[in-house]
């Protein structure tokens, strides 16, 4: 559990760089041109991919899924979605203290909330399962993966917020089917991972994850984005974990995980807006100075941040 705790301050950390990156490949501000978003999704990709702050969000994706890995190595699907989706609690956190973003008294419950959720959960849920699952399970993740990107397809066609929700949605099943196909791998052998279709599975869904993911920040509402994130990537996987992979919970506390579950995914769904970075303050007007014969202009200070 401690292992999915930090893929969580990982990746919600990552989230608030990479929002800032992916409006500013989009308004142009990220200093190389190519303003106003044209060019396609892929080409807003690569513009936002240029900058500092997606890249340092990338490398803690890094970070966070070589956590998440070892996670779902030793825990069940379900305890990782949820600790997974906790992470906007983090982002929360990280929005107030270094972009001073302030949070209501409602958005601390939700952080609470979810703290409370996870805490029901590391009590309640046991080991992973042994169970290997059917053997077409690994194909089906493959199909997924497939489906995910058929999804962004049609989702990149629709506008506001049925855009953002069908984005969204098509992320989080990607890195569903990132977490299933994890528990699929159990040989590292370039061999066995070249025939196991788990192993592409694993890589066409997070990839389509991840462009999904961006095209999600850069248009719409990224709150309705965000959720559909979160639903996306807890609940399918957690039912795949119970009912075919043998995940369990502790002896007589299966209610425990299934309150602690949905207590944590409802704290983090109230926490969606931290998806998306902060609108920057606009700079206060001051009111004109009156004019002075051969006096230079005073300079313009740029707004606080």
Do not use: H, K
């Amino acid at each position: 559990m401690v292992c999915a705790l930090g893929a969580a301050v990982c990746f919600g950390t990552a989230t608030v760089l990479q929002a800032m990156a992916a409006r500013a490949a989009v308004d142009g501000s990220d200093g190389r041109g190519g303003g106003g978003g044209g060019g396609g999704d892929a080409a807003l990709l690569l513009r936002a991919v240029r900058q500092w702050r997606y890249l340092a969000g990338l490398g803690l994706d890094g970070v966070g899924f070589l956590f998440q890995i070892a996670a779902l190595r030793s825990v069940p699907i379900y305890a990782v979605g949820a600790a997974l989706a906790s992470s906007l609690a983090v982002t929360a956190v990280v929005a107030a203290r270094l972009l001073r973003v302030r949070l209501s008294r409602m958005e601390w419950l939700a952080v609470g909330v979810v703290c409370a959720g996870l805490a029901m959960l590391g009590l309640a849920s046991g080991t992973e399962g042994q169970e290997s699952g059917p053997e077409a399970l690994p194909w089906a993740m493959l199909g997924a993966a497939g489906g995910v990107l058929l999804l962004g397809l049609v989702g990149g066609r629709l506008t506001g917020r049925g855009r953002a929700l069908v984005l969204g949605l098509g992320a989080g099943c990607g890195f569903g089917v990132v977490e299933v196909a994890v528990r699929l791998i159990d040989s590292l052998a370039p061999w066995d991972l070249l025939a196991n279709p788990a192993t592409y599975a694993l890589l066409l869904g997070g990839g389509a994850a991840f462009l999904l993911l961006t095209s999600a920040l850069q248009r719409g509402s990224v709150t309705t984005a965000t959720a559909g994130i979160v639903i996306g990537e807890t609940i399918g996987p957690a039912l795949v974990g119970v009912v075919w992979l043998g995940d369990r919970t502790r002896e007589g506390l299966g209610w425990l995980a299934v309150l602690g579950f949905a207590v944590a995914v409802a704290g983090a769904l109230a926490l969606a807006r931290f998806g998306e970075a902060p609108e920057p303050v606009p700079a206060p007007e001051t009111p004109e100075a009156p004019e002075a014969p051969e006096a230079p202009e005073a300079p313009v200070r740029p707004a606080p941040r």
